[in-house]
Structure formats: C-alpha cells, structure tokens
C-alpha cells in the first residue's frame, strides 16, 4: 500500500497535480499490514469506515454498518411524520402512499449494492 501512494504521489506530481497531505485518509479493507502509510514526511490517518456517496465503507467491506445506518434512517423519517400517521383526517390510502414514497425510499436507497448476508436478515 504504501509503494502504490508513493507511486500515485510521484505521477501526480509530475502532471502538475497536489495531494493534500492533511486531507487524504487511509481506510485498508481486510489487511493485516498495520503499519502506517506515510506520504512525504507525513504520516495519513487511518479510518475505520467513512462515508461515500450516501453509503458506509467499512473495513469489513460488508453492508453491515450501511444497512443499520439506513434503517435508522427510515425510522427517523418515519416519525417525523407521526402527525400524518395519527391524523384521524387523512384516509388510509393516503398514508399508504405517503409511506410507499417517502419512507420505503429512504430505506431502499442503495438497497441493491447491499450484499445479502444472515446478519443482515435477521
């Protein structure tokens, strides 16, 4: 890992291009190599997971963390429209509805780069 940052630095730079040395991170997907990567005489923080494009990478490299942090975020969605489930006004279609376009959709975003395992099943 650290020949292959050396390499993309030095390409880089002979292009005209900056690597920012405070701004790049680390994460190592399903290595035993702990030992640190540096760039110049900098030495890169190392991630656990971050986020990208709306899902969770981790160093796993499951869905684990995305699926969780997703459902959390369908419950959130969910409750923010307690008034709606609970008005006695609106017909039962209605909150179908509204529940098929708002909170099945935040739940599915990314739902087919998800890989399904027992964990996330249950």
Do not use: C
Not at 24 to 34: C, D, G, I
Not at 83 to 91: G, M, Y
Not at 107 to 122: D, F, M, S, V
Request: no cysteine; charged share 25%; hydrophobic share 40%.
């Amino acid at each position: 890992m650290q020949i292959k940052t050396a390499n993309v630095a030095a390409v880089s730079t002979s292009v005209g291009l900056k690597i920012h040395k405070g701004k790049t991170k680390v994460l190592k997907f399903k290595t035993e190599n702990s030992n640190p990567i540096t760039l110049g005489d900098k030495t890169l923080d190392h991630l656990e997971s971050f986020t990208y494009m709306g899902s969770i990478i981790d160093e796993q490299g499951g869905s684990d963390a995305d699926v969780k942090a997703r459902i959390g975020k369908t419950w959130v969605a969910f409750l923010q429209l307690k008034n709606i489930w609970n008005s006695k006004q609106r017909l039962i279609n209605t909150k179908v509805r509204i529940f098929n376009t708002i909170v099945k959709a935040v739940l599915l975003y990314g739902a087919e780069t998800w890989r399904t395992t027992t964990t996330i099943i249950k």
